[in-house]
């Protein structure tokens, strides 16, 4: 019989012990996790990118419900822990559900402080800690226009970024009198106070609130001074209180957080508390890495394993909204015995200050440049004298810095500060595992995984292991080559090679017939350089290309018809009701494009759902020029100043079907309201009374990007024109998978800029577009409806 | 065991699977660059993406919806994933494909 373990707390500090219990020891416990959320286990740190939309719900989850179920975790989920019974050994859930256990964890964290001030409860008066927070605030975001953050520390100020992205009018209150107080010194603060008004941040310094106004709904605030301010939502960031509820109601020892021992053990026998809940040596800590080092220590003890006893972490901050840099780490006090050393900057608005006693760095403040911040933070843990250093240093050489030199430092230098891993830890995984990406490193030590800031530096240390003696960036296009992109297609001019095979062959692949990642490059590559000699593989394409159908996650597909423009009418309409009825397709969704998508179609019956169509491919699924999106423009619009529909249509007829490196996506917009979006496109129109502004390099997906505005011509035939060239120019001189923004940036827009718009230069690039495609650019779906070769091949499924 | 009849040696294309369901079971065939057949059950057991649909590389398939990589002769998943497909022993005779169920 298995003892049995009991989590008090979904969160990262309780989870994160599992997982260093289970890496220990995976078959010691039975174990059960009791969380009061929704959600399974989730980043709580990077909330702030999910308000700041630069990261969804999703990816901010850590353990997804299969984790659980792998690991025969049993997770009583959105169900919270109310009772607990020491003596018997046993917790009760709010929903009556009765637990026992041999050890149980407490890992309960802590919540937002709410101000105890009238009106504290009123509807539009929200904390920031948890996805719900989120999502409510994201959602009145959508519906206010004016919002009040109390509290100017790192969470409150990373809240009303998050709000003013999403176009609010955000003032901030702040009872001190510089921001993070407890984090920087006067002048950070105030370089970041300017900074971030510069990003249109509105501030209150030293105001204390008295009251919130509002009878239903939450409409100002009252300061002390008698002075008020009118706002929609209230967002309350002052602080945490650790969450000790649970533990009240029994004999464990609270005070202000459940007091444990440098084992994490509680007084009563059996009960252990981790992370924002506990309170270790007076001391309770609201960052990620102290939890992290408590959780090592906790789960070795539970695992006896022996263990060095915790004695308080180090901690340091950054703030996550862009344009600000900050770094903050250990005492950044000058007290009695604490010297500082401080340099500005006020060319590069930069600014160091480091704080030292008795020849050893105990605080570090950094603000415009925190790329050493790492380093500091290593001296400052390490306890190491700096006597060797010069303190203060004015324009030393470009290369004369060996700081950020990764090969230098020594094995137990801290590079992941939120997991503690060393430097030691990532090069034996890399070397152990054959590791060969950041994520891969990640995946395998943790480190990066929280808050993500030490991404360089681990590229760096990879760099550094997989270079040898020199350090130099891995340059391979994957894991099967050395070789760059670049030499790659010069070598298949140059030695005129003309399948994938004999590029595996000649350029000393280490598989010799690739993987994943290289060979539908290595396909695509020769496409464009060999258009007549090179026949398309399909055994390269991924899977959506080679069936022309995307693939869903439960492995059925879907078909979206061509709609050019996204125009439609009653006959296209009542075939696709017609063949979706038949066919019993399961889901019909107008797309993101403006196109109506079959879903869950079953493979063999495509050619059939095809034929019956009788309408052409959307190219809905392929790295290729996808569709052009309008709006109804000049036809209807009383603002439309031009036929965007019309224009819309011409472009995607005249450069359909054709490949490009990454996805190639379109929109014609008829006046500058931009229904269409036309600023998040690769190649986007908008009309105005005079012709049409060309934006280029706008990217939706992962990595928003704004396109930038390439010129305003007056013709449809000059935007056609300007848009074949541009995709010729990606085409030969894209990296595969790489979107048209990172491949602007890479070329320099200038240059892209010049190519386009020299007369010339456009027409070659468009004759060598005509030669490339010619002959390539038929509709998949009928030659896979009128060819059964193909049909037996790909469509079929063999039943017995 | 039955032999069962998969099809024509040529009605297979190099480096692409098939999917063929043998009562409740889905299994993938392939035909290596070399002629060589190989099959394995056609779910993974990361997300159960159809392993058909993968892209194939000497003895292996890389999954098609996370990559996910197995070892067509034994079914093992390959680091730094974890898991195993079943496999299945083939037969060529005259040019015309057996799978062993």
């Known amino acids: ?800 | 065991m039955e032999k069962i009849l998969v099809g024509q040696l040529a009605s297979l294309a190099p480096r692409m699977g098939k999917e063929v369901i043998v009562g409740e079971q889905k299994i993938a065939v392939f035909r290596l660059s070399d002629d060589r057949i190989k099959a394995i059950e056609n779910v993974c057991p990361h997300k159960q993406g159809p392993l058909a649909e993968g892209t194939v590389s000497g003895e292996y398939v890389f999954c098609p919806l996370h990559d996910y990589k197995i070892n067509l002769n034994d079914g093992q998943v390959q680091e730094p994933d974890e898991g195993c497909v079943r496999s299945y022993e083939t037969i060529v005779e005259a040019d015309l494909v057996y799978i062993m169920v």
Not at chain 1, 533 to 542: A, G, N, T, V
């Open chain 1, 1 to 800: 019989m298995k003892e049995k373990l009991v989590l008090i707390g979904n969160g990262m500090a309780g989870v994160r012990t599992i997982e260093e219990i289970l890496d220990r020891d995976p078959n010691r416990y039975q174990i059960t996790i009791i969380g009061e959320e929704k959600y399974p286990n989730y980043n709580r740190i990077m909330l702030s990118n999910v308000l700041q939309k630069k990261m969804t719900v999703s990816e901010i989850i850590t353990n997804p419900l299969e984790w659980y179920e792998e690991n025969q975790i049993e997770l009583i989920n959105h169900d919270p822990a109310v009772k607990m019974d020491p003596n018997n050994k046993t917790i009760s859930t709010s929903s009556g559900k009765e637990i026992s256990y041999d050890k149980c964890i407490l890992a309960t964290g802590s919540r937002a402080f709410i101000l105890p001030v009238e009106g504290a409860h009123l509807p539009g008066v929200v904390g920031f800690r948890t996805i719900d927070d989120t999502e409510n605030m994201l959602e009145a975001a959508q519906k206010y226009q004016r919002a009040v953050v109390i509290g100017g520390g790192l969470l409150g100020l990373e809240a009303a970024k998050g709000l003013l992205d999403q176009g609010m009018d955000v003032t901030v209150v702040h009872l001190e009198k510089w921001l993070m107080e407890t984090q920087l010194d006067e002048k950070a603060g105030r370089m970041l106070q300017a900074d971030l008004e510069k990003q249109g941040l509105k501030f209150l310094m030293e105001k204390a609130t008295q009251k919130i106004l509002g009878e239903t709904r939450v409409t100002g605030l009252a300061f002390s001074d008698g002075t008020t301010i009118e706002t929609d939502i209230v967002v309350m960031s002052i602080g945490i209180r650790s969450e000790t509820t649970l533990a009240r109601t029994t004999t464990i020892e609270v005070n202000r957080g459940i007091v444990v021992d440098d084992f994490m053990k509680t007084n009563v026998p059996d009960v252990f508390a981790v992370g924002e809940c506990a309170e270790h040596n007076g001391n309770v800590y609201g960052l990620v890495a102290p939890l992290f080092e408590q959780g090592k220590v906790l789960a070795d003890v539970l695992t006896d394993k022996e263990t060095k006893p915790y004695q308080g972490s180090t901690t340091f901050t950054s703030l996550k909204v862009s344009g600000c840099d900050l770094y903050s780490a250990g005492n950044i006090r000058e007290t009695e015995g604490i010297n500082s050393i401080e340099a500005f900057d006020g060319i590069n608005y930069t600014y160091k200050k480091i704080f030292v006693r008795e020849n050893q760095v105990v605080g570090v403040v950094l603000y415009g440049d925190t790329s050493e911040g790492n380093r500091y933070y290593n001296i400052l843990r390490k306890n190491e004298s700096i006597e060797e250093y010069t303190p203060v240093s004015l324009l030393h050489m470009v290369g004369e810095e060996a700081s950020t030199d990764v090969s230098e430092w020594p094995d137990d230098e801290v590079i992941c500060g939120c997991n503690g891993i060393d430097k030691g830890t990532i090069m034996t995984a890399i070397n152990e595992k054959d590791l060969t990406s950041v994520a891969d490193v990640t995946k395998h030590t943790k480190a990066g995984g929280s808050c993500g800031k030490c991404k360089s530096v681990i590229g760096d240390v990879l760099a550094y292991a997989l270079g040898g003696e020199v350090v130099s960036a891995p340059t391979g296009i994957c894991a099967c080559t050395d070789l760059t992109r670049d030499q790659i297609v010069t070598q298949i001019y140059a030695k005129k090679l003309t399948s994938s095979t004999e590029v595996y062959r000649e350029l000393n692949f280490s598989n010799p017939e690739g993987c994943p990642k290289c060979r539908p490059a290595i396909n695509f590559y020769l496409n464009v350089a060999w258009p007549k000699e090179h026949e398309d593989e399909k055994e390269s394409r991924y899977v959506n290309e080679r069936l022309y159908a995307n693939i869903q996650n439960d492995g059925t597909f879907s078909v979206i018809p061509r709609m050019r423009g996204g125009k439609t009418n009653p006959q296209q309409l009542l075939l696709i009701a017609k063949v979706a009825e038949k066919y019993d397709v399961p889901m019909v969704k107008v797309t993101g494009s403006q196109r109506i998508g079959l879903y869950g179609v079953k493979k063999d019956d495509l050619p059939k759902i095809w034929a019956e169509l009788e309408m052409k491919s959307a190219g809905a699924y392929a790295k290729a020029v996808r569709s052009v999106k309008t709006c109804v423009g000049a036809n209807f619009c009383r603002f439309g100043t031009q036929d965007s529909m019309g224009l819309g249509i011409k472009l995607e007829q005249r450069y359909e079907f054709i490949d490009t490196p990454h996805k190639f996506k379109m929109g014609v917009s008829a006046c500058p309201r931009s229904c269409v979006e036309s600023g998040v496109k690769d190649f986007g129109i908008i009309g105005v009374d005079n012709g049409f502004q060309i934006y280029v390099g706008g990217n939706g997906g992962t990595e928003v990007k704004e396109a930038v505005l390439l010129t305003t011509v007056e013709t449809e035939q000059e935007v056609i024109d300007i848009c074949g060239a541009m995709l010729q120019y990606y085409r030969e001189t894209g990296i595969y998978a790489e979107r048209t923004a990172p491949w602007i940036e890479r070329m320099g827009f200038e240059l892209v800029k010049d190519v386009l718009l020299d007369p010339e230069k456009r027409q070659e690039l468009l004759a060598a577009l005509d030669t490339a495609v010619t002959g390539r650019r038929g509709n998949p779906w009928d030659e896979v409806v009128e060819d059964a070769q193909t049909r037996q091949e790909l469509y079929t499924v063999g039943r017995v």
